[in-house]
């Protein structure tokens, strides 16, 4: 979906400029889950035209034509995933890391909490601490 955007030939409600092509090329393939800051201050150092203005709307603009998943894991600030593909994520607590979990997770919400909705999706959100934190910790 990414790719689409980047290559030739319009694309409806999304105009190639410099500085959106910067930032698709630095999500295309990203698996950090960079914040809107995060990418800000990487695309900044290559393009210094670039303002977080720029970023924080090309983000919302690819995050409503589903081409990049907006992920609420982190309590301080929305993380960003150009895998769309249906998946769940796992944070460190105390460095903010965030990692895929791509295993399969049958979950089965029980049809008298469905009330009158019919499921379509499920994402869980795993919290816990990273090997490198943890061996901080010990010192
Ligand atoms: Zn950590
Ligand atoms: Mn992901």
Avoid: W
């Avoid at 303002?51 to 034509?65: E, G, M, P, Q």
């Avoid at 796992?90 to 919400?109: Q, S």
């Amino acid at each position: 979906m990414l790719n689409k955007l980047r290559q030739k030939g319009p694309v409806p409600g999304f105009k190639r400029t410099p500085q959106r092509l910067a930032i698709l090329d630095h999500l295309q393939g990203n698996t950090s889950h960079p914040s809107a800051e995060e990418i800000y201050r990487v695309v900044v150092k290559k393009n210094p035209s670039m303002s977080f203005a720029t970023v924080y709307n090309t983000l919302h603009v690819l995050v409503k034509s589903g081409a990049l998943r907006e992920l609420t894991i982190d309590p301080d600030r929305k993380r960003y995933d150009p895998n769309t593909s249906d998946h769940h994520h796992m944070m460190c607590t105390d460095c903010g890391k965030v990692v895929d979990v791509f295993a399969h997770i049958p979950v089965a919400l029980p049809e008298a909490d469905a009330k009158d909705f019919s499921v379509t999706g499920s994402h869980i959100q795993f919290y816990g601490e990273c090997i490198h934190c943890r061996k901080k910790q010990r010192g």
